[in-house]
């Protein structure tokens, strides 16, 4: 059920061999990341490659699935005319459960709303040999880290922090649903070779440093674009003194700074986690090849050699952080948060504390706040904001609570929700969010986007590590800095908070009774998978249609984005996680979030038709109804943020046909091809300012798209006059293909029937 150890071995068996040939090719000793690439070559090549250049083909040994995404994901494979998934694959129900009254209720409310979707989904999955871990049992991340992770290994999954499974020494990269589907219909997963940013981190964590803090740094320095088309390997003996579930943290917040994905070398750390979670086998079968597990020693030893960028941090002198507002790499040391807010006037009162989601949900994660929170009552403190905690999965609830971590939490009248994201993605009913009042909240969740958490745009979210969280929330002000400030207790004391203690592993081990999972029959072909016409929640999917091989001329601007474009703000979570099965439904919400550079407002645009302005969807349907293609014009890293293919889905189901940015977000990119959309970037970014409100735009030698050839535009502006730009592409001789056929389920499905 957790691992199949017999292709563990096999691919350990092979790992020395993929080794010694790939130092042959690249002339020189590999880093971690690179042992990994090389031995997932979906064909054994003969020579090496172009880090950021060169695409290439490599062969998952898994894929994990989130429930919101996975309803599009399979969906597709429904129509890619196979009988079975051709990599281990499971599904996790973790996103469609709204955080409101607590675990029992929340629970029992998402069973009911959901049941059309869950059931799908269940039946989908035994009729196609996933396995099925059921609402409840746990964030998919953290279910993956303690079931699935293995050394060395390669996955993909539907969600952008699966990268969180390089805390155990993977290679785990998130992608869209149709990336996913390639895998599960045995076919190559491509992925353009990264670039390698190697992390040296010196020291030990201390006081009231957490890895939260390294990753939280890192962003910092990196910002959201920084470590587009890379890989991130963490290493020195730093990274070895922290816990496998820290390194996952660091991971998986990795996502945050654009990475392809973030790893550690295997170490003894990884070791006891292995053990822990009932995988001795997977253990000894690592220790068998530890030396291919991790870098070569002259890597590490001379990383500037080897790495395309090298960052140092010294864990002895890193300070605690909280990052934000809105954005997870606005960096500030706690030391420096009350002359900093006050200087951009940010509520210094905190009205709530999230300890959870995929990034700092584990048992050690716990019980570091809970030593905050217990000293709390014993120090006789009257905790200031509100607390809402989400552990990570079924195994770290039922363990935490025998051990009592959440008794003090408790006594502090916290609100425990359900094993599953919750308010992290927008699944929260809070209070009072619909009155959009200016206020602050503190999480230990990776993102902060405007509206991300209650839909309020008011809301300043800042991140930070459980235990700062923890601290934060007691005080009530975002601006206590626990390391020096002391608190008053209900009996007038001055009293100071001690450094946080945890326990990196449960010393009685960990320990459940149902732990949520359901295998799939041996034999699927008798399920029948109901998708009713009906259904608000599902929709069966039409192929996109092919294109016609001609010039695209006449086509009208939708909107020009300004800034910060992710794709919550193309295709929000929230409430509308209810639609991501119904793709006519979902749609209803592309760029509703998008700020429009002609008015700076939200889902307010000009409809070039009739001269008057309506949301977004509403005038691209218009345009849809009356056979108009469209444009969307965008900033840098457009489609930041979450894998959600829905964001590249619902443009292209509505009738957009080219996506004209300054520079792309990997992931979104990649979605855009796959969908069979034309993602290209402006070659003068300077240009991006000439695009008026009226414009149409003429693409004028599309009929010669070719790989490495710009597109010429023709923007005709309201006056008549015209500038023609030009604009690049990383399209392939694969990827045009499926720009030719709609998409690239539609080249699948064409070879299948060939």
């Known amino acids: 059920m957790a691992f199949d150890i017999e292709m563990i071995k096999q691919l350990y068996a092979g790992l020395s061999e993929s080794v010694k040939k790939a130092r042959q090719l690249t002339g020189k000793p590999l880093t971690a990341s690179e042992k990994i690439l090389y031995s997932h070559l979906w064909n054994q090549s003969d020579r090496s490659f172009n880090r950021g250049i060169d695409y290439v083909d490599f062969k998952p040994d898994r ?15 429904m129509q890619a005319g196979k009988s079975k998934v051709a990599v281990p694959t499971t599904v996790h129900c973790d996103h469609l459960i709204q955080a409101k009254s607590g675990a029992s209720a929340d629970l029992k409310s998402a069973n009911s709303t959901s049941a059309e979707v869950f059931d799908f989904l269940e039946s989908v999955s035994d009729k196609y040999g996933i396995g099925f871990w059921k609402p409840g049992a746990g964030i998919i991340h953290q279910v993956v880290l303690e ?57 030990k964590l201390n006081g009231w440093t957490a890895p939260k803090d390294v990753i939280l740094k890192v962003a910092g320095i990196l910002t959201v ?16 003194s922290m816990s496998c579930t820290g390194k996952g943290t660091i991971c998986n917040m990795g996502a945050e700074v654009g990475a392809t994905t973030s790893t550690f070398g295997y170490d003894e750390s990884m070791e006891r986690y292995l053990r822990s979670t009932d995988r001795d086998d997977v253990a000894d079968a690592a220790n068998e090849v530890r030396e291919h597990l991790t870098a070569d020693a002259e890597v590490y030893a001379n990383p500037e050699l080897y790495f395309d960028q090298v960052i140092e941090i010294d864990l002895d002198t890193l300070r605690p952080h909280i990052n934000g507002p809105f954005t997870p790499d606005l960096a500030t040391p706690v ?24 990034t700092n949900s584990s048992y050690e994660d716990l019980s570091r706040a809970a030593s905050i929170a217990k000293q709390a009552v014993e120090k006789k403190l009257v905790t200031k904001a509100e607390f809402g905690i989400n552990p990570g999965s079924e195994q770290v609830r039922y363990t935490a609570e025998r051990d009592g971590l959440l008794v003090p939490f408790e006594e502090l009248n916290a609100k425990i929700f359900t094993n599953a994201c919750g308010p992290c993605i927008g699944q929260w009913d809070r209070d009072g969010a619909d009155k959009e009042e200016k206020n602050s909240i503190i999480h230990s969740f990776n993102r ?61 081990g960990f320990d459940v009774e149902d732990n949520g999972y359901l295998a799939p029959q041996e034999d699927g072909s008798s399920v029948n998978v109901v998708v009713k016409d009906t259904s608000e929640r599902l929709q069966l999917l039409k192929p996109f249609a092919p294109w016609d091989g001609e010039n695209l001329t006449g086509a009208k601007l939708l909107i020009k984005a300004h800034g910060k474009c992710t794709t919550d703000h193309i295709s929000m979570a929230g409430p509308w996680l209810r639609f991501r099965g119904h793709l006519d439904n979902i749609s209803n ?19 070039q038709l009739t001269g008057e302005y309506g949301g977004v969807p509403d005038v691209q349907r218009q345009y849809k109804a009356a056979g108009v293609e469209t444009v969307v014009v965008g900033d840098h890293n457009y489609g930041e943020g979450s894998s959600r293919e829905h964001a590249a889905m619902e443009p292209r189901f509505l009738g957009v046909k080219v996506v004209l940015v300054k520079s792309f977000a990997r992931i979104h990119e990649t979605n855009l091809k796959k969908q069979g959309m034309l993602g290209i970037t402006f070659n003068n970014e300077a240009d991006y300012d000439l695009i008026q409100e009226n414009d149409t735009f003429n693409f004028v030698d599309l009929k010669n798209f070719a790989s490495g050839k710009q597109i010429s535009i023709e923007v005709v502006h309201e006056d008549g006059s015209k500038d023609t730009i030009l604009a690049n592409h990383t399209y392939n001789e694969q990827q045009i293909e499926w720009f030719k056929e709609g998409s690239a389920l539609n080249l699948i499905k064409k070879e299948n029937a060939a």
Request: charged share 20%; glycine share 12%.
């Open 63 to 77: 894929i994990a699935c989130q429930d919101a995404t996975a309803q599009m994901a399979l969906l597709q494979f």
């Open 225 to 240: 674009k920084g470590g587009t088309g890379a890989i991130i390997e963490y290493f020195g003996d730093g990274a070895e």
């Open 448 to 508: 902060n986007f405007s509206k991300r958490a209650d839909g309020n745009p008011n809301t300043h979210a800042f991140v930070a590590s459980p235990e700062m969280v923890a601290a934060v929330a007691i005080s009530g002000r975002l601006d206590f800095d626990p390391v020096n400030d002391t608190l008053i207790n209900q009996d007038g004391e001055e009293v100071k908070l001690d450094p946080p203690t945890g326990m990196e592993l449960p010393p009685k």
């Open 335 to 358: 030391s420096e948060m009350s002359k900093v807010a006050s200087e951009n006037n940010w509520p210094l009162q905190v009205e709530w504390g999230l300890i959870g989601s995929c």
């Open 589 to 607: 919400n592309c760029l509703i979030g998008a700020v429009n550079a002609f008015n700076q407002k939200t889902n307010f645009v000009k409809n």
């Open 147 to 203: 079931n699935y992770a293995f050394p060395g290994g390669m996955m993909i999954g539907t969600d952008s922090h699966t990268v969180n499974a390089g805390g155990l020494g993977m290679l785990a990269i998130g992608v869209g649903g149709a990336d996913a589907v390639d895998v599960m219909a045995d076919m190559p997963w491509e992925l353009k070779f990264p670039k390698l940013i190697g992390v040296k981190l010196t020291g």
